[in-house]
């Protein structure tokens, strides 16, 4: 069974930094690309960046370009997000989401970690 | 960006209704297009990809159609487990997006 299971998430004040991690079981992780997607509160979803499978490629959304970095390490099977000048429209609940690489959907979601970023 | 606009925003409707869900593209994404459900408190959960096909223990009610800009998520007797907020999403390009959503609610 496919399980993806996110932690880091919490309260940071505006200007601070969180790593995200997402473990992952029942498949060959190292054969999969990952991403990130994020919900504000009450909000739609958002893409926020993606890894290749041997981690070579990433990838952003303009909104988090040059503050978040996405890494993973397969031999601990565990996708990161490295999360850093932390603004308050970044407050939201963070899923980890596996794909196969390509124009591909995301076929399985992690439960998702809360964000809060407030003074 | 590829923007992705959903119709309606909210929809209410009864048990054994046929629900149609429209998302239209802002330029062509050939059939690249996917379908999801989230419930409350929720992740999202994949229904159909490549606008048409069945995700694997999918219920058969829920069917996708469309290609090019133009395309629908139809629910051909709703149940009451299907009440939930639907998501388009295009993998045409990065970056990967969205529709706002359309929510489903008991009439």
Same mark, same amino acid.
């Given at each position: 069974e496919v399980q993806l299971l996110e932690s880091g998430g919490g309260l940071v004040q505006p200007g601070g930094s969180l790593r995200l991690s997402c473990a992952a079981s029942g498949f060959t992780f190292s054969s999969y690309a990952m991403s990130w997607v994020r919900q504000a509160p009450g909000k739609g979803l958002e893409w926020v960046s993606g890894i290749g499978n041997s981690g070579s490629g990433t990838y952003y959304a303009d909104s988090v370009k040059g503050r978040f970095t996405i890494s993973r390490d397969n031999s601990k099977n565990t996708l990161y997000l490295q999360m850093n000048s932390?603004?308050? $429209? $970044?407050t939201a609940m963070y899923y980890c989401a596996k794909k196969v690489a390509g124009s591909n959907p995301f076929d399985y979601w992690g439960q998702g970690t809360l964000v809060t970023v407030s003074s | 960006d590829i923007q992705m606009t959903q119709s309606p925003s909210s929809l209410s409707a009864s048990v054994g209704d046929r629900v149609t869900i429209t998302c239209r593209a802002s330029q062509s994404i050939s059939s690249y297009l996917n379908w999801y459900q989230q419930k409350p408190g929720k992740a999202p959960n994949l229904l159909i990809y490549a606008a048409s096909s069945l995700q694997s223990g999918?219920?058969?009610?829920f069917s996708g159609s469309g290609s090019g800009t133009d395309f629908t998520l139809t629910i051909s007797t709703l149940q009451p487990e299907d009440f939930a907020t639907y998501y388009c999403q295009q993998s045409y390009n990065i970056p990967w997006t969205f529709g706002q959503g359309t929510e489903v609610e008991i009439k």
């Open positions: 932390l603004r308050v $429209d $970044d | 999918v219920p058969s009610r």
